[in-house]
């Protein structure tokens, strides 16, 4: 999925991760919908491991 400037989407279900490039703005806003909201990260499974990757593996912005 691309979204470009100006555009609105609905990810009603799944992983949705979100990035910008360097130099660049991200807002994004979120919306709990349903009788109980929590805000408790639950991780991809495919990228469990970079928390337990070595530190000279890691990534930091």
């Known amino acids: 999925m691309v979204v470009r400037n100006d555009d609105v989407t609905v990810i009603p279900y799944g992983y949705h991760p979100v990035s910008a490039p360097p130099g660049y703005d991200v807002y994004y806003l ?10 408790r990260p639950n991780d991809d499974p495919a990228y469990a491991w970079i928390k337990t990757a070595p530190e000279e593996q890691r990534v930091y912005p």
Do not use: C, D, H, T
Request: charged share 20%.
């Open 30 to 39: 979120w919306f709990l919908n349903g009788p109980r909201r929590l805000m």
